[in-house]
């Protein structure tokens, strides 16, 4: 076997410069780890339910108006999401493809049995019908609000 | 399957073919292939015997396809930087940094051989990402490929039996271009 030296001496001339950017790619996804896997769950859950429901790639573009380019883009598990196209999706599909921490865990506290009820029937604005026929509205402080818990 | 190029993905150290048809060198094209969730998804679900065999059972019990994706992204991201640290830290000399640690002899043609050397790792190595390079100088290689290998012997898939072929296909380019003995074929693997 040759040398390092021999070796590199016999490449010269055949190798080639890289211009893959490997490295630049490499350092650009450990620093976007996080989002990246959050994509990359979006992605496995749009082709698992793909799946199920035997559509397309292709199936799915036309449902939602986009290009089955665009839909393969997404399912490389690298796209910035916006919450308007995961909730076109998750309409389209018929799944969850985002639950909140929060969500999950309004979902545990529900299931505790842990009721509130909020006594304030009013939203942000209540209408009331003044003396002279006219209408008036009267903006409610949310602080007005009275809430009260039940365990049980 | 043509040879367009050799790359250096690791200067003085590593190399990688890229073939007639491929956008890019092996080793991006390979490392590419492990991150995209489309390709690893359809991957275990066509391979999804393989991956919920008893061979896998036994060592780590029922892998879903999900639990497969997502160790692939992961293992894959630590293999690429493992690779990138170790072929440079011996680029400057004939130190045997990526020998030592990651490339596995592979005896060309003997799936029996092979088969002993996976088992000799013991159960616990049981990375399933290969890369397949062929050594021409101490810490000198050049990459022809790479696969998931799910099964023992490389000729029990067609994937992975493509890659014997490609090893082949290398080979002998590097003998048109002055390496007689270009048939020192192995596999890198992650290292422990």
């Known amino acids: 076997m040759d040398t390092k030296k021999q070796a590199l001496e016999k490449l010269k001339g055949h190798i080639k410069p890289d211009t893959s950017k490997w490295k630049e790619d490499a350092r650009w996804r450990r620093a976007n780890k996080g989002w990246l896997r959050k994509s990359q769950k979006i992605a496995f859950d749009i082709l698992q339910a793909l799946r199920a429901q035997k559509k397309t790639q292709r199936d799915l573009a036309r449902e939602i108006n986009v290009s089955p380019q665009q839909v393969n883009k997404w399912v490389k598990g690298r796209e910035n999401f916006t919450l308007e196209t995961i909730d076109r999706l998750e309409k389209a599909l018929g799944i969850t493809l985002m639950a909140s921490s929060h969500h999950v865990h309004i979902q545990q506290l529900l299931s505790h049995s842990f009721k509130t009820n909020y006594k304030s029937v009013s939203p942000v604005k209540e209408k009331i019908q003044s003396a002279e026929g006219g209408t008036r509205v009267i903006r409610l402080n949310p602080q007005e609000f009275t809430t009260t818990q039940q365990t049980g | ?192």
């Open chain 2, 1 to 192: 399957m043509k040879i367009i190029g050799i790359f250096a993905v690791v200067e003085n150290a590593l190399l990688a073919v890229q073939y007639e048809g491929e956008p890019v060198h092996e080793f991006a094209r390979i490392f590419k292939q492990w991150r995209s969730v489309e390709y690893l998804e359809e991957f275990f679900e066509t391979h999804r015997g393989d991956l919920q065999s008893e061979h896998y059972r036994k060592k780590k019990g029922l892998i879903t396809i999900a639990e497969a994706v997502f160790s692939t992204i992961d293992e894959a991201e630590d293999f690429e930087y493992q690779i990138k640290e170790v072929a440079e830290t011996g680029k400057e000399n004939d130190e045997e940094t990526l020998h030592d640690l990651i490339f596995h002899p592979l005896h060309k043609n003997d799936s029996s051989k092979l088969h002993q050397q996976n088992k000799a790792y013991g159960p616990d190595r049981s990375s399933w990402l290969r890369l397949y390079a062929i050594r021409i100088a101490p810490n000198l290689y050049v990459i022809s490929g790479g696969a998931i290998k799910l099964t023992p012997k490389l000729q029990d898939r067609e994937h992975t039996n493509l890659e014997l072929k490609k090893l082949k296909i290398v080979a002998e380019h590097l003998k048109e271009i002055g390496f007689d003995q270009a048939d020192d074929y192995g596999f890198i693997e992650i290292g422990e």
